[in-house]
Nanobody
Framework: QVQLVESGGGLVQAGGSLKLSCAAS????????MEWYRQAPGEQRELVGS???????HYSDSVKGRFTMSRDNAKNMAYLQMNNLKPEDTAVYLC?????????????????WGQGTQVTVSL
């Protein structure tokens, strides 16, 4: 079983910055893709961006140029640097990871989610 824990959320004024972290733990062999999603109240979950094991990144149009993803494969960590935050960025930010893990005597594919961290951007 693979667990993800996000941290770094908080309250920030518009134009400010926050850096989110996602820590993966468990019997991980490798993490292929790590993604950040966000969900605002009453809204559908939205993909913010993804980062591959060799750090290729893709971002949604709404955050491109303002958000930057990175990862530390040795530590099973992913990061989301958010700059020039806007009130519409307010949401719960969730980390998701997909890869391979040990289960029993075998290797299985996994897809795990964190509980999320709240980001609130005020005017």
């Amino acid at each position: 079983q693979v667990q993800l824990v996000e941290s770094g959320g908080g309250l920030v004024q518009a134009g400010g910055s926050l850096k989110l972290s996602c820590a993966a733990s468990g019997s991980i062999i490798s993490i292929d893709v790590m993604e950040w999603y966000r969900q605002a109240p009453g809204e559908q979950r939205e993909l913010v961006g993804s980062i591959s094991s060799d750090s290729n990144t893709h971002y949604s149009d709404s955050v491109k140029g303002r958000f930057t993803m990175s990862r530390d494969n040795a530590k099973n960590m992913a990061y989301l640097q958010m700059n020039n935050l806007k009130p519409e960025d307010t949401a719960v930010y969730l980390c998701e990871a997909r890869g391979e893990a040990i289960q029993g005597k075998g290797i299985v594919d996994f897809r795990s989610w964190g509980q999320g961290t709240q980001v609130t951007v005020s005017l």
